[in-house]
């Protein structure tokens, strides 16, 4: 079992920046040596599906939202298996609970995902 934590949400103004954080770890010792293939940040807002922010490989390759290029980004911390979100330039269409999700690589070539509660970034107008 892969437990995953984000934080760093927060209240700031249109224009300001916020950084996201997130760490996924196993919950047992048997199950440390797990591989985490891709991680990503998604957000969801009230009636609407969740989408897509930003996603990081374990290679490094990433992917973002048209909605957020050049102005958010997404890296791999030092410690194993922790992401980071930088986000700039915030406007209030950005507000929405941020998630994390980890991917675990099976023998099998599929992927099992996690998620994290979510942390919740409101940009003032």
């Known amino acids: 079992q892969v437990q995953v934590v984000e934080s760093g949400g927060g209240l700031v103004q249109s224009g300001g920046s916020l950084r996201l954080s997130c760490a996924a770890s196993a919950q047992i010792e048997a199950a440390r040596s797990f591989n985490i293939e891709r991680m990503g940040w998604y957000r969801q807002t009230r009636g609407k599906q969740r989408e897509l922010v930003a996603r990081i490989t374990r290679g490094g390759d990433t992917e973002y939202a048209d909605s957020v290029k050049g102005r958010f980004t997404i890296s791999k911390g030092n410690a194993k298996n922790t992401v980071y979100l930088q986000m700039d330039s915030l406007t209030p269409q950005d507000t929405a609970v941020y998630y994390c999700?980890?991917?675990?690589?099976?023998?099998?070539?599929?992927?099992?995902?996690?998620w994290g509660e979510g942390t919740q970034v409101t940009v003032s107008s």
């Open positions: 999700k980890a991917e675990q690589s099976l023998p099998d070539g599929l992927t099992l995902p996690y």
